[in-house]
């Protein structure tokens, strides 16, 4: 099986190529799955993956899930919109902080459209009652910023029904496009990071 150093020299390796780009989620989670596979029952360094990958969002029950599409919506997918999509989107130097408020069962959340912060997506949603609160609404995780750690997920049905907004996807573009302007030199954690979740 693997040493401790060939664990950490691989999972440094699979993260950095996730935050710079070159695999997305879905073959970080996979990568990570088999790695799992080659540590002996026992090696402490498997807590260490699993904290390590926190992080990111990612917990234990997301890695021992058979089907990842039922974790996590695709960033990569489906369609990339046009800087003007003949529908009133378009780059502008100016950008006010518009904001959009959703609502699910478990909490009300307000999407800023000129948001500089990029934790943990752009967009993300903050829950109205508490703005250390924040949705990845890729991944549908629940952030505790304050405390740095995932404390829930929202439901698959709420993502899909989210992603399906016309007026939502709107609202994610227009963000995008902001935060371009606002940081040229950001590294975005996948390669398009123009294309949005497909709609279902």
Do not use: C
């Amino acid at each position: 099986m693997l040493t401790n150093q060939a664990i950490r020299e691989y999972l440094n390796i699979s993260v950095l190529s996730f935050e710079i780009g070159y695999i997305n989620i879905f073959e970080l989670v996979e990568r990570i799955k088999v790695l799992l596979a080659l540590i002996d029952e026992g090696n402490e360094h498997k807590k260490w993956v699993y904290k390590r990958l926190e992080f990111l969002g990612i917990n234990k029950d997301d890695l021992l899930n058979e089907n990842p599409d039922d974790q996590y919506i695709n960033p990569e997918s489906d369609v990339i919109f046009p800087l003007d999509n003949g529908e009133g989107i378009e780059e502008k130097e100016e950008h006010p902080r518009l904001d959009m408020v959703i609502a699910s069962r478990k909490y009300k959340w307000i999407f800023h459209k000129s948001d500089a912060d990029f934790y943990p997506s752009i967009p993300h949603g903050h829950a109205i009652r508490n703005e250390k609160i924040k949705l990845d609404p890729y991944r549908g995780l629940i952030h505790d910023t304050k405390n740095k750690k995932t404390i829930g997920k929202e439901s698959k049905k709420f993502l899909i029904d989210l992603w399906n907004d016309v007026n939502f996807r709107k609202h994610v573009y227009a963000s995008i496009i902001f935060y371009e302007n606002l940081n040229p030199n950001f590294i975005w954690r996948v390669p398009n990071h123009r294309k949005l979740p497909r709609k279902k």
